[in-house]
């Protein structure tokens, strides 16, 4: 969906909402595909803080009238929701662990990814996908990534993380194939780690 008109006051989405949204989601699909892989945004849409462009642009292209979404407290503002609602159609939830997407804005005081919904044994793709906003995708610790998608080894290196945040991966790719998977948002790239992906060292 596109904007509204000037005088409501709110950000426009997309400026080509088909096309955009199209190379947002391949984006996607390489970036998962690829684990630890460093993808440029194809479309960086206005937003409202502290939903940065790049998360923005992944909730356009992925979340509909069918998918909860869960926001963290730091992006539960008023203008987010607003954005949110028109743009995605999609119903907001207060349970971590009833969203099909949450959007993480201050990763820092995160809840530990377990607190999402991590599917079941009859339907492991129900569980969350995190969109996780982060300063930048090199400049934490170097994490070596094993697993489908990666020819030897690759390394993400996402910062601002929650001390505890690599035990909980390496957790959750403990109950493959259940378990969330990440999308990482830095200003103007993105980066994927999906459930089947295993943190070595």
């Known amino acids: 969906m596109n904007a509204l008109a000037p005088e409501t006051g709110l950000l426009p989405g997309f400026s080509d909402p088909v ?38 642009a992944l909730l356009l292209a992925l979340v509909d009238y069918e998918t909860p979404l869960w ?33 993480v804005t201050d990763a820092q005081s995160m809840p530990p990814l377990s607190a999402f919904h991590l599917g079941s044994d ?30 030897d080894q690759a390394i993400l290196s996402a910062s601002h993380l929650p001390v505890c945040f690599k035990s909980w991966v390496r957790d959750n790719h403990a109950l493959f194939p259940r378990g969330v998977d990440l999308l ?18």
């Open 19 to 56: 096309a955009e949204a199209q190379k947002t989601f391949r984006a996607v699909l390489e970036a998962t595909s690829r684990p630890g892989t460093i993808v440029t945004a194809p479309a960086l849409p206005s937003a409202p803080a502290p939903l940065t462009p790049v998360a923005a």
């Open 71 to 103: 926001l963290d407290p730091a992006a539960r503002q008023p203008a987010v929701e607003e954005y949110l609602r028109f743009h995605c159609g999609c119903p907001l939830v207060d349970e971590p662990s009833q969203a099909a997407f949450a959007l």
């Open 122 to 151: 009859e339907y492991p793709d129900r569980s969350t996908t995190l969109i996780i906003q982060v300063p930048n995708l090199d400049g934490g610790d170097n994490w070596r990534l094993k697993g489908p998608g990666i020819r």
């Open 184 to 201: 990482f948002a830095a200003p103007t790239q993105l980066a994927g780690l999906p459930r089947s992906t295993q943190l070595e060292g």
